[in-house]
């Protein structure tokens, strides 16, 4: 009789570690999809942004004013004006903001996912 008893509580222990950990994971999923979504801050380098005003249609996350320039000579560079405007343009400097970008359009979609709402309301709560 003892050894059942011993027996559920290590099953009960067993499924309140799993607990725990699925919850951490969980929270780490939150953590890495809620970069950028701020508004007070801005997407691209988080700084805080001190007067939040909506973006401009052209840009697709609030910036600070600094990012909201490099972006916009991003944009003008994908469309094709040939005219590096700083040393730091290259082309490793686009695929940053390229891959960024691609980045935040990834976690929008799997942020609005059944799987992550599904994993938001299993184990965050
Ligand atoms: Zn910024």
């Known amino acids: 009789m003892a050894e059942v008893i011993d027996l559920k509580k290590r099953q009960s222990k067993q499924r309140r ?38 973006p401009p249609v052209e840009a697709p996350y609030p910036f600070c004013e600094v990012c909201q320039e490099e972006y916009e000579a991003y944009r003008r560079r994908e469309d094709g004006e040939d005219i590096q405007e700083a040393f730091w343009h290259t082309d490793q400097w686009a695929e940053c903001w390229r891959t960024w970008l691609a980045n935040m359009r990834a976690s929008e979609a799997f942020r609005g996912s059944a799987a992550f709402l599904r994993l938001m309301e299993e184990h965050l709560d």
């Open 17 to 54: 570690i799993q607990k725990s950990r699925q919850r951490r994971q969980a929270e780490a999923v939150a953590s890495m999809l809620s970069c950028g979504v701020c508004p007070r801050r801005c997407a691209h380098c988080g700084m805080a942004v001190e007067h939040y005003a909506p």
